[in-house]
């Protein structure tokens, strides 16, 4: 069977011209009254020319076009350049660069894909793309009904298989169509099925709730668990790893780190995690390195952190007496109700301590990796806002009830203190300091209305607003005319348009104040992207990944989060 995507590389241009020849209006008709009200996010899997991908920008949608073809991204990309779509180099069954940006979808649209997927293949690609789907979004597919083409890597295919499928993973076949060939090729009809996804259709928000809220509770060691993998779900995705089709891999060193992150305040304001102890007695990863952490603040328990010394070997020690902890009771006791662990651990046999310790993904993944059911782990970074709060709230209720019984005094506002998750300080003077040294060595423009900057205008703005999320990284810091940016911008996000009408400048800025020529600056920004924005591949290093990344970062927020817009349309037309 020959190489579908060869196929389309070498024979772009006929397919292209068959494709715009031919109206989104007519080939999809079927769906106009299930499209999403308002506004949404679509992915485009197998985008081919891009025509669907602009009609469903056309409507308002933020659009996301997967097309494996690059001779056809290439053609799609050119053809509708005005159409902000983004466009990934991705691919059926695995989807790997959709699935570990975080994005979710309300509608999916696979027209004429489905047959180039071999059978063997589809029962993985359908799982990669139902859980893409946000609760209550739309799968649909156009199914090709006609003979086998060795050629064109083309398969049989039937609605049956499908309708199946959707069964498995908690879904329903919204609505059957037919169509003839709009191409009027013999032997060949179109078969459109409509699936729909009720709740998150994972069984994910039930266990999360069941485990929050039911499960029996010896200490609060599995809400810390649960609310450590929300923080990170959150923060930290790039510094995971894709285990498999099942599993996320997350560093065992991170979650040891932000639990001990999560538990210090706690602790020192002698709030009690079990019915039988008062601060820090009886916690099994409370021993001497963790009592010596005392003057560390929780604060610099972060990604990108560097200790050495007796800090760092008093670190190391404490994040393994957390990892083990970690393993051997929540990771252990959280389990399905087969008796099945829920977050399997995969411990190494030894843990090299390193002489200079530096918090990235190769040292926190020397203690092992926690893995985490990708469906799981895709509900905590989409409902991450809301399943914190129960979490929370469970965790402030049972430290009341152990207080209680250990007839213990506490008060709402010192647990509420010790609960709230701390960033470090609103830190712009790296940044700032950068853009004045370029000031002195040049001209300096503001990213979003391309003005000259001077010490008095200039200003560092949040490229996504610190109120929306709470991140520092340098990436996000960008220079910005103290007018626009606080009176315009403010806390609102870029749009699609505004951003990609600032990419030479932001990339520009990113070169000169924090890559070229300034290693450890250099050090930071890659770390801190790698870390933050799941997308970027570490070994390349390319800021053109970095400002993709930023742009589904943009998309993420802006529907998981409904952060408002800012169009800046004024600066766009100026320019």
């Not at 929300?230 to 089709?245: I, K």
């Not at 010394?309 to 009771?329: S, V, W």
């Not at 529907?559 to 169009?567: L, S």
Request: overall charge neutral; proline content about 6%; hydrophobic content about 45%.
């Amino acid at each position: 069977m020959a190489d579908p995507i060869a196929w389309y590389d070498a024979n772009a241009e006929t397919a292209v011209a068959q494709y715009e020849g031919l109206t989104s209006d007519t080939v999809h008709g079927w769906l106009r009254d299930l499209l999403p009200k308002g506004s949404a996010t679509v992915l485009d899997i197998g985008a081919g020319s891009g025509r669907d991908a602009a009609w469903l920008s056309a409507k308002g949608y933020d659009v996301v076009a997967v097309e494996p073809s690059a001779s056809m991204r290439a053609a799609g990309a050119a053809i509708h350049a005005q159409a902000p779509i983004r466009w990934i180099d991705d691919r059926l069954p695995a989807l790997a660069t959709v699935s570990k940006s975080g994005l979710s979808f309300d509608l999916i649209l696979l027209s004429a894909v489905w047959m180039h997927l071999p059978p063997g293949d589809r029962p993985r690609a359908f799982r990669k793309i139902i859980n893409l789907l946000k609760p209550g979004g739309l799968l649909a597919i156009a199914l090709r009904d006609g003979p086998a083409d060795l050629v064109r890597g083309i398969h049989p295919v039937v609605p049956e298989e499908l309708e199946g499928l959707a069964r498995d993973h908690g879904a329903f076949v919204e609505r059957h169509a037919e169509a003839e060939d709009h191409l009027g090729r013999p032997g060949i009809r179109w078969l459109q099925v409509a699936i729909r996804l009720p709740d998150d259709g994972t069984g994910a928000l039930p266990l999360l709730r069941h485990v929050i809220l039911n499960d029996d509770k010896s200490s609060t060691y599995k809400l810390a668990l649960l609310r450590t993998l929300c923080r990170l779900a959150d923060g930290a995705a790039g510094s995971t790893r894709d285990q498999d089709d099942e599993f996320v891999a997350v560093p065992l060193g991170l979650v040891a780190l932000t639990w001990i992150r999560l538990f210090k305040p706690l602790l020192s304001a002698n709030l009690p995690q079990n019915p039988s102890n008062i601060g820090l007695q009886r916690l099994g990863f409370v021993r001497n390195a963790y009592r010596r952490l005392t003057d560390v603040s929780h604060l610099d328990l972060r990604v990108g952190v560097r200790f050495s010394g007796e800090p760092g070997t008093t670190l190391h020690q404490a994040l393994k007496d957390a990892a083990n902890t970690i393993a051997r009771m929540p990771a252990t006791y959280i389990t399905y109700p087969n008796g099945g662990p829920v977050f399997p651990v995969r411990k190494p046999a030894r843990t090299r301590r390193p002489s200079l310790i530096t918090l990235d993904q190769a040292y926190l993944f020397q203690f092992g990796e926690m893995l985490v059911p990708r469906h799981l782990w895709s509900a905590l970074r989409r409902f991450g806002a809301w399943v914190e709060p129960a979490l929370v709230a469970e965790w402030s209720r049972l430290i009341k009830s152990y207080a209680l019984r250990q007839d213990v005094r506490v008060d709402d506002a010192t647990i509420a203190a010790s609960m709230t998750w701390d960033e470090p300080t609103r830190d712009v003077g790296l940044a700032r300091e950068r853009a004045l040294t370029m000031l002195a060595d040049g001209d300096l423009r503001c990213v979003w209305s391309g003005r000259n900057l001077d010490r008095r205008s200039l200003d560092i703005d949040h490229c996504f607003p610190w109120t929306a999320w709470t991140c520092g990284d340098l990436w996000n810091l960008m220079p910005a005319h103290r007018t626009v940016n606080q009176r315009e911008k403010r806390a609102l996000l870029p749009t699609d348009r505004l951003l990609q009408f600032a990419r030479d400048r932001v990339l520009g800025w990113w070169e000169s104040a924090y890559v070229k020529d300034l290693p450890m600056v250099s050090e930071r920004f890659w770390l801190e992207a790698t870390s933050s924005l799941p997308t970027v591949d570490t070994d390349k290093q390319r800021l053109s990944d970095v400002f993709d990344a930023v742009c589904f970062q943009r998309i993420r927020l802006k529907h998981d989060q409904q952060v408002p817009e800012w169009a800046g349309e004024r600066h766009i037309q100026v320019d």
